[in-house]
């Protein structure tokens, strides 16, 4: 497969000649602070062996240019051997030694090296991003997985840096305005797990021991790091303290000591994904540097990010997958661990299974209903169709079957199957079997069956009681009914919940079981009186949805917010969310539970996902007819919350914030604008600047935010966050002029970085704008291919997704992009696979409209 992009079949072939004995990566980027300057020096010398002499090969690499390639002392002519995309060398010996020199181009699309240049005080940053395979931005690279070899990087930079990387630097030398810094030999890693980190960080230090079983002392540096401009909103206590706790954690679950010397966390800005496992050095992005107030729900995310990150350095970085078929072996496992370490390594985030339930699990619940859903385990031809698989499935779902695993065999079963796979394949690659293999050593199970209906097939199933009861109202015989394309053995427990003295809804009895087949009979239930609501897999135990029998879903339309249980009332809310998006529930009868019952929400996570949900109810799963008198419920229902929120509290910033989303009537506006002139005030609100942002898109999207305005705005918060925000509120403009720019900065032009194409994106696609935005369709599907062609495969991703016309809910969107689909057969699977999810979202948001109207 020629270009950019790698096949399975390629790699693969390559793998079987080749090993891999080290890389040493030489960076000059003392050119950086210099805007002008597009490019830096790279020089990668790789010692492989060949199992075949005389054999070709190639390395990747995407550089602007390549000054010169040696191969076993022989000079190869760049303009024969590099098509721009690989390196190709023949006449390969049983050891080799090979390097390139390459002028690499610094990044503004947060692939590869990123360049950024802080506006509040012009500092320039640098760090890297290569999963799955932009290593080859930066250095001449083998770039696959199962290609492990040890790296080590030296990198000269402007002296006043500090420069960080996988390993700990071993020697620091200073020649005039520039240091170059050398590191140790990394252990074996793969490509896209290398990392480079240079500027004018911040840096908070600390340290981690443990006395190990061996009796040896385990010592690890630790370091956060961020802008320095970001220094004075920096915890690093509450960061670094999460560390050390996770570091216990899976050191007394894993019992494999950390194995890559020191431990940086960085906070990089512009960063395309939440955080990177890096070894050594991870990477996150700085939006979890908090400038404002937030809720907890912003505390708990972040630390369940350090969780899974640092999950990561056993599950993917000492033991990576060997293609990315088998991506759940990291991502699946670090998702799990997460939610798994909040409570395991007692942080104070005791409510992370409510979170994971309502929050992760409806991301895993869209993707898997999608047509382009596929198996945990998925068939991965190449680069770009890996890309694309960082999804609900491969994270979510997959971790919602690990936590069904557990259940299955038995925590400690599976954490010794842990213990045993890490020691066995330290610094190696796997598949499937090889994890199946120790964990059923441990347990005593056969997991091929269970791993053939979990992990290699695809779908959700939905789980449904049927109840009979006698005339004086016991239960003659309660069934769990399963349906989906795959019938799947789930443990799951039944919850019979009845009203106790005060009114609340709570569990009167537990029943556990295993579900198999289409229907299975829940014997213990037999004689029991007939509760109030039956709610199926309480507690979460397994991945599905779920529904309810008519008197239940009665209790729940009554009493939604009476179930006492945190973690109950959130499956609750998820199954009644599923109900809506499956057009078996109106959108207004969803909207009305939200009003009536998120006020008494007491989980800010949960409480959160409500207002998202009920404002994508309105917009695009409510009959169009409705959408106006739903938008104005749910702004009347916004504003008597936030001032029926105890002051100061997270219920109250979260309850502003969703009336700045919904405000469209002159009495929200007017005390949008009152409380950023100073005029309103609402006891206990601090009116900060990330409110303040907010509020003035709420404005902006209502065309009462003028341009002297918005830029007063900018001046007194230009920083690389309020630049972003004030381009997002430029481009809600409803007007022509406004969408006009804000596609024209995206789709004309690659000048833009990623952050501000983003912002282009969300302002643009403002629903309330959609006669606006209408205009834009038929232009939108006449691009997609040269987007494609043209922009590195993230911005082409962002562009595609963003600007398809998802707020045109009607049937000409719907036949447009069948035309489009029915017209292209040919074009990249990656691209269609795009388009289609999004056509499929569409389909699902006229289906809920004819169930909203009827």
């Known amino acids: 497969m020629p270009g950019k992009n790698l096949s399975r079949d390629e790699a693969q072939q390559r793998a079987s000649i080749l090993a891999v004995d080290g890389y040493r990566v030489r960076l000059d980027v003392t050119s950086a602070p210099d805007p002008a300057a597009a490019v830096f020096r790279s020089t990668t010398t790789v010692a492989f062996r060949c199992s075949e002499p005389g054999a070709a090969t190639f390395l990747d690499l995407l550089a602007p240019a390549v000054r010169s390639i040696t191969l076993n002392g022989r000079t190869i002519d760049p303009a024969t051997a590099y098509d721009g995309a690989r390196v190709h060398v023949d006449g390969l010996a049983a050891e080799n030694v090979l390097t390139v020199e390459a002028d690499c181009a610094y990044s ?56 960080r990387s996988n390993a700990v630097h071993e020697t620091v030398t200073t020649e005039g305005a520039a240091r170059t810094w050398e590191f140790a030999p990394t252990k074996p890693i793969s490509t896209y797990l290398t990392a480079v980190v240079a500027g004018p960080y911040h840096v908070a230090a600390d340290h ?9 002392t385990l010592d690890v540096p630790l370091a956060a790091l961020c802008r320095k401009s970001l220094a004075r909103y920096f915890d690093a206590d509450e960061i670094l303290g999460v560390t050390k706790l996770g570091l216990d954690f899976f050191h007394e679950e ?8 020191k431990y940086d966390q960085v906070f990089v800005p512009e960063y395309n994904i939440g955080a990177m496992e890096n070894p050594g050095c991870v990477t996150f992005k700085e939006e979890f540097v908090f400038r404002s107030k937030v809720t907890d729900a912003a505390y708990e995310s972040r630390a369940n990010v350090i969780l899974h990150e640092m999950a990561h350095m056993w599950f993917g970085d000492l033991v990576t997958m060997r293609w990315w078929d088998d991506l759940w072996l990291k991502e699946s496992f670090a998702d799990f661990m997460g939610s ?41 031809r190449d680069l770009e169709a890996a890309k694309l698989n960082f999804d609900g499935i491969t994270y979510a779902k997959g971790a919602s079957v690990l936590k069904q695993l557990v259940a299955y065999v038995g925590s400690k079963a599976f954490f010794e199957g842990a213990r045993r796979y890490f020691k066995r394949h330290a610094f190696g690659n796997t598949e499937l079997t090889d994890l ?15 791993a053939a209906a979990w992990l290699q097939t695809a779908g959700v199933n939905s789980l449904t009681p049927q109840l009979t009861t006698d005339a004086a109202g016991r239960i003659t015989e309660l069934a769990v009914v399963q349906d989906g394309d795959v019938l799947r053995p789930h443990r799951i427990a039944v919850g019979l919940y009845d009203r106790d003295p005060d009114g609340a809804l709570v569990r009167s009895e537990r029943i556990e079981l295993d579900v198999t087949g289409a229907r299975t009979v829940v014997a213990e239930a037999v004689g029991r009186p007939r509760p109030a609501l039956v709610l199926l897999n309480d507690d979460d135990l397994t991945y599905c949805k779920i529904r309810f029998d008519p008197d239940s879903l009665e209790t729940l339309r009554a009493g939604l917010g009476d179930i006492r249980d945190d973690l109950a009332r959130a499956l609750a809310w998820s199954a009644v969310w599923n109900l809506t998006r499956d057009g078996l529930m109106p959108a207004r009868d969803y909207v009305a539970l939200v009003l009536r019952f998120a006020g008494r929400e007491g989980n800010i996570g949960v409480l959160q996902s409500l207002h998202l949900q009920a404002k994508t109810a309105v917009d695009l799963y409510a009959d169009p007819a409705w959408r106006a008198e739903g938008g104005r419920r749910l702004a009347d229902g916004a504003l008597h919350e936030l ?20 405000a469209g009537g002159a009495e929200h506006l007017g005390l949008v604008r009152g409380l950023l002139a100073g005029s309103a005030r609402i006891d206990g609100l ?6 303040r942002w907010a509020l003035w898109l709420a404005l902006a999207a209502a065309g009462q935010a003028g341009d002297e305005e918005l830029a007063g705005e900018l001046a007194a918060d230009n920083t690389a966050s309020g630049r972003r925000q004030y381009t997002q509120c430029l481009a809600a403009r409803p007007t022509p002029e406004a969408k006009a720019a804000a596609w024209s900065a995206v789709v004309d032009s690659d000048e833009l970085p990623n952050a501000l194409v983003e912002a282009n994106i969300a302002g643009f696609s403002v629903a309330a704008h959609r006669d606006l935005t209408a205009l834009y369709a038929a232009p939108y599907f006449k691009l997609l291919e040269r987007v494609w062609s043209e922009r590195t495969i993230e911005i082409a991703m962002r ?20 035309a489009w689909l029915d017209g292209h057969p040919q074009a990249a699977p990656a691209l269609r696979r795009l388009v289609l999810e999004c056509r499929d979202d569409l389909a699902r948001a006229l289906r809920a409209q004819a169930c909203d109207r009827a």
């Open 799 to 818: 562009i595609v997704a963003g600007f398809f016309p998802r707020a045109q809910t009607g049937e000409p969107t719907l036949a447009e992009a069948d």
């Open 208 to 216: 981690y021991s443990r006395e190990l079983a061996d009796g040896t």
């Open 686 to 691: 601090d009116v900060d600047q990330e409110l």
């Open 108 to 163: 503004r699309t947060g692939e590869g090296l990123h360049r950024f240049t802080d506006p509040v005080d012009g500092e320039t940053y640098l760090y890297t991003h290569y999963e799955p395979a932009d290593a080859r931005r930066v250095f001449a690279t083998f770039e696959q997985p199962d290609l492990k070899a040890p790296f080590t990087f030296t990198v000269t930079a402007p002296a006043a840096w500090d420069v």
């Open 436 to 450: 199946l293999d120790v964990l059923e050593e441990t347990s005593g199970r056969d997991l091929r069956s269970w």
């Open 643 to 662: 001032r029926a929120a105890v002051p100061g509290s997270d219920h109250q910033l979260a309850w502003a914030r969703f009336l700045a989303q919904t």
């Open 340 to 380: 798994y370490g909040l409570i395991g390594a007692r942080t104070r985030y005791s409510s992370a299974w409510v979170t994971f339930a309502n929050q992760r699990k409806a991301w895993a619940y869209r993707q898997d209903q999608l047509p382009t859903t596929h198996p945990i385990t998925a068939d991965i």
């Open 254 to 261: 894993f019992d494999y000591p950390y194995p890559f010397g």
